[in-house]
C-alpha cells in the first residue's frame, strides 16, 4: 500500500493497494484528524469527489472565488444558494434583477475589486433612467445579499453594497413582484371604495371572464399567484369558503403549483355572497368554453385558466384585460397587487381587527401587517381615542 501524498486543494490522497475493491482503490481525506474520506477507482475521482463535496460546504462556491467576476460569482450564488432555500417564483426573481439589471452594469468587474462607488453609480443609472423605486430596491437588495454570502464564506473582506443607502424617495409605476409582498411597499396605490364600486360595475357589465377572479382580489386580498393556482376542489360554494393550499408559478418555462410559503399563508377565507354568485356564473361560463373547445381542453380543474384550461399567465391577464378594464371604468392606473392593499386598506379603515386582516392576508405574523400597513394603523388610532370624548 503505497504512502499518502497531496493532492490540489487540502487534505491528502493515498493508494489503498490492489486488496481493497477497484472502485474504491484511491482515498482523498479532508484536512484534519478524523476528516472524512472520498474514494474512486483513480485519484482523480477521489479529489473530484473531496472537492464536490468541500463546494457544497461553502454553499457551492468555489474556493478561488475572489478572483471571479461578478458575472461568474453570480450564477453560482443564485444556483447554489437562493434556488435551494427559496419558492422558485423568489428564485426567478432575483435571477431576472441579476441578469436585467446588475450584470449588465457591473458583470465585468471582480467582486474583489467591487467598491461602494460602483454600486451607487448604479442605482444613480437606474433613477436617471426613471426605473420605479420598488425596481431600485430590490436591485440593492439582490446584490448585496449576494455580497453579503462572499463575505460570511471568507472571499470577501467586505460588502461594497453595504455602505450605501438603499434607494429612498418617489418612484414610478412598475408592476410589483409577487413574491416581495410581504414587504413595505413604497410604490403602493390603493382605491377608494367608489372606485371599487365602478371597478366591479364595470366589470360586470362587460362580462369579460376574470370578473369573478376580480371579486375575490377585492373581498378577500388573494395574490394573484394564489387566485391563478386556484383549483376548484378547494372551493366550496355552498358553505361559502375557499382553501388557499397552492400558488401558480413559472420555473423555468414550466408550470408548479407548490404550496404557499408559510403556514399562514395556508389558509381557510369565508367569501361574500357576491363572491359566491360571480364565482357560480363564473363556473357556468367555464362549462360553455369547455363544451366549445371540447378536446383543445387542456382539464387542470383551475378556477381561473385560459379559454383551453391552461394556466393564466399574469402578463397577459394585466394586458388583456386588468390594464384595459381600468381605462374602461375610468378609476387610478394601479398595479395588479395594489387591489390586495386596497383590500387591507379598506378593512383596516373600517376598524376590522388588525390579526383578522393578517390572517386573511395569510402574512406570517402581525408584525408584517403593520410594517406594510402601518401608515394606515395611527388613522385608525385616532378615531379610537375619539370614542374617549364620551368620557370627558
Same mark, same amino acid.
Given at each position: 500500500? !503505497?504512502?499518502?501524498?497531496?493532492?490540489?486543494?487540502?487534505?491528502?490522497?493515498?493508494?489503498?493497494g490492489?486488496?481493497?475493491?477497484?472502485? +474504491? /482503490?484511491?482515498?482523498?481525506?479532508?484536512?484534519?484528524?478524523?476528516?472524512? +474520506?472520498?474514494?474512486g477507482?483513480?485519484p482523480?475521482?477521489a479529489?473530484?469527489?473531496?472537492?464536490?463535496?468541500?463546494?457544497?460546504?461553502r454553499?457551492?462556491?468555489?474556493?478561488?472565488?475572489t478572483?471571479?467576476?461578478?458575472?461568474?460569482?453570480m450564477?453560482?450564488?443564485?444556483?447554489n444558494?437562493?434556488?435551494?432555500?427559496?419558492?422558485?417564483?423568489?428564485y426567478?426573481h432575483h435571477?431576472?434583477?441579476?441578469?436585467?439589471?446588475?450584470? =449588465?452594469?457591473?458583470?465585468?468587474?471582480?467582486i474583489?475589486?467591487?467598491?461602494?462607488d460602483?454600486?451607487?453609480t448604479?442605482?444613480s443609472?437606474?433613477?436617471?433612467?426613471?426605473y @420605479?423605486l420598488?425596481t431600485r /430596491?430590490?436591485?440593492?437588495?439582490?446584490?448585496?445579499?449576494?455580497?453579503?454570502?462572499?463575505v460570511?464564506?471568507g472571499?470577501?473582506?467586505?460588502?461594497?453594497a453595504? !455602505?450605501?443607502?438603499?434607494?429612498?424617495?418617489?418612484?414610478?409605476?412598475?408592476?410589483?413582484?409577487?413574491?416581495?409582498?410581504d414587504?413595505?411597499?413604497?410604490?403602493? $396605490?390603493?382605491?377608494?371604495?367608489?372606485?371599487?364600486r365602478?371597478?366591479?360595475?364595470?366589470?360586470?357589465e362587460?362580462?369579460g371572464?376574470y370578473?369573478?377572479?376580480y371579486?375575490?382580489?377585492?373581498?378577500?386580498?388573494m /395574490? $394573484?399567484?394564489?387566485?391563478?393556482?386556484? =383549483?376548484?376542489?378547494?372551493?366550496?360554494?355552498?358553505?361559502?369558503?375557499?382553501n388557499?393550499?397552492?400558488?401558480?408559478?413559472?420555473d423555468e418555462?414550466?408550470?408548479?403549483?407548490?404550496?404557499?410559503?408559510?403556514?399562514?399563508?395556508?389558509?381557510?377565507?369565508?367569501?361574500?355572497?357576491?363572491?359566491?354568485? @360571480?364565482?357560480? $356564473?363564473?363556473?357556468?361560463?367555464?362549462?360553455?368554453? /369547455?363544451?366549445?373547445?371540447?378536446e383543445?381542453?387542456?382539464?387542470?380543474?383551475?378556477? &381561473?385558466?385560459?379559454?383551453?384550461?391552461?394556466?393564466? @399567465?399574469? $402578463?397577459?391577464?394585466?394586458?388583456?384585460?386588468?390594464?384595459?378594464l381600468?381605462?374602461?371604468?375610468?378609476v387610478?392606473?394601479?398595479? &395588479?397587487?395594489?387591489?390586495?392593499?386596497?383590500?387591507?386598506?379598506?378593512?383596516l379603515?373600517?376598524? @376590522?381587527?388588525?390579526?383578522?386582516?393578517?390572517r386573511?392576508?395569510?402574512?406570517? +405574523?402581525?408584525?408584517?401587517?403593520?410594517?406594510?400597513?402601518?401608515?394606515?394603523?395611527?388613522?385608525?388610532?385616532?378615531?379610537?381615542?375619539?370614542?374617549?370624548?364620551e368620557l370627558?
Amino acid at each position: 500500500m !503505497s504512502g499518502e501524498k497531496r493532492a490540489r486543494g487540502e487534505g491528502t490522497v493515498r493508494d489503498r493497494g490492489p486488496e481493497v475493491p477497484p472502485g +474504491s /482503490r484511491f482515498e482523498a481525506r479532508m484536512p484534519g484528524r478524523g476528516g472524512k +474520506s472520498f474514494y474512486g477507482p483513480t485519484p482523480e475521482i477521489a479529489v473530484d469527489r473531496r472537492e464536490k463535496y468541500k463546494e457544497r460546504l461553502r454553499g457551492g462556491i468555489p474556493e478561488n472565488v475572489t478572483k471571479a467576476t461578478l458575472a461568474e460569482y453570480m450564477p453560482l450564488w443564485l444556483e447554489n444558494t437562493v434556488r435551494v432555500n427559496v419558492r422558485p417564483a423568489t428564485y426567478q426573481h432575483h435571477k431576472r434583477i441579476a441578469r436585467n439589471h446588475i450584470l =449588465p452594469a457591473l458583470g465585468r468587474l471582480k467582486i474583489i475589486d467591487l467598491t461602494a462607488d460602483h454600486v451607487q453609480t448604479l442605482h444613480s443609472a437606474k433613477f436617471d433612467a426613471g426605473y @420605479a423605486l420598488s425596481t431600485r /430596491r430590490h436591485i440593492h437588495t439582490t446584490l448585496k445579499a449576494a455580497l453579503d454570502q462572499a463575505v460570511r464564506f471568507g472571499h470577501l473582506p467586505f460588502n461594497a453594497a453595504a !455602505s450605501v443607502r438603499v434607494p429612498t424617495g418617489e418612484g414610478g409605476p412598475s408592476e410589483a413582484d409577487a413574491d416581495y409582498e410581504d414587504l413595505p411597499d413604497p410604490d403602493m $396605490q390603493v382605491w377608494t371604495g367608489e372606485d371599487v364600486r365602478k371597478f366591479l360595475r364595470k366589470a360586470a357589465e362587460l362580462g369579460g371572464r376574470y370578473h369573478a377572479l376580480y371579486v375575490l382580489a377585492l373581498t378577500t386580498g388573494m /395574490r $394573484q399567484g394564489e387566485m391563478l393556482g386556484l =383549483p376548484w376542489k378547494h372551493v366550496d360554494l355552498r358553505d361559502g369558503v375557499l382553501n388557499v393550499l397552492q400558488t401558480l408559478v413559472r420555473d423555468e418555462g414550466r408550470w408548479r403549483f407548490p404550496r404557499p410559503k408559510t403556514e399562514r399563508s395556508r389558509r381557510t377565507l369565508e367569501l361574500r355572497g357576491e363572491a359566491v354568485d @360571480a364565482l357560480r $356564473q363564473h363556473l357556468e361560463r367555464q362549462f360553455t368554453e /369547455r363544451g366549445f373547445y371540447n378536446e383543445l381542453w387542456l382539464d387542470r380543474g383551475l378556477v &381561473f385558466p385560459t379559454t383551453v384550461g391552461t394556466p393564466t @399567465a399574469r $402578463q397577459n391577464l394585466a394586458r388583456r384585460s386588468f390594464k384595459p378594464l381600468i381605462r374602461a371604468a375610468k378609476v387610478p392606473d394601479i398595479r &395588479f397587487h395594489d387591489m390586495r392593499h386596497t383590500f387591507a386598506t379598506i378593512m383596516l379603515k373600517n376598524r @376590522a381587527d388588525l390579526n383578522t386582516v393578517s390572517r386573511m392576508l395569510g402574512h406570517s +405574523s402581525v408584525k408584517i401587517t403593520l410594517d406594510v400597513y402601518g401608515h394606515v394603523v395611527p388613522g385608525m388610532q385616532k378615531e379610537a381615542l375619539k370614542s374617549l370624548d364620551e368620557l370627558f
